[in-house]
Nanobody
Framework: QVQLVESGGGLVQAGDSLRLSCASS????????MGWFRQAPGKEREFVAA????????LYADSLKGRVTVSRDTAKNTLYLQMNSLKPEDTAVYYCAANPTDGTWRGQYTYWGRGTQVTVSS
């Protein structure tokens, strides 16, 4: 099992930047890929970004490309999401996840954190 705990969320103003973290524990040696998702009130969960744990290859949602950067520190078993130029529509609960269960990085994952709230005020 892998446990994931997100942190770094909060209330910010439009235009601000925020860095989210996701600390992993447990069977971290089994982690192959990690991703970030978000879910706004009344909306479906949305893919944000993903990264290959060993090679570092990345994938971004087209709508967020250029404003977010996913990275990882393998020594600390921690995943990051740097978000810049935040907008009110970025308000959501942000989740990290590990190990996709299908052939894409945009869908289902095996392990999920509980999420961290990001609220962007206008």
């Amino acid at each position: 099992q892998v446990q994931l705990v997100e942190s770094g969320g909060g209330l910010v103003q439009a235009g601000d930047s925020l860095r989210l973290s996701c600390a992993s524990s447990g069977r971290t040696a089994s982690i192959l890929t990690m991703g970030w998702f978000r879910q706004a009130p009344g909306k479906e969960r949305e893919f944000v970004a993903a990264i290959a744990w060993t090679g570092g290859w990345t994938l971004y949602a087209d709508s967020l490309k250029g404003r977010v950067t996913v990275s990882r520190d393998t020594a600390k078993n921690t995943l990051y999401l740097q978000m810049n130029s935040l907008k009110p529509e970025d308000t959501a609960v942000y989740y990290c996840a590990a190990n996709p269960t299908d052939g894409t990085w945009r869908g289902q994952y095996t392990y999920w954190g509980r999420g961290t709230q990001v609220t962007v005020s206008s």
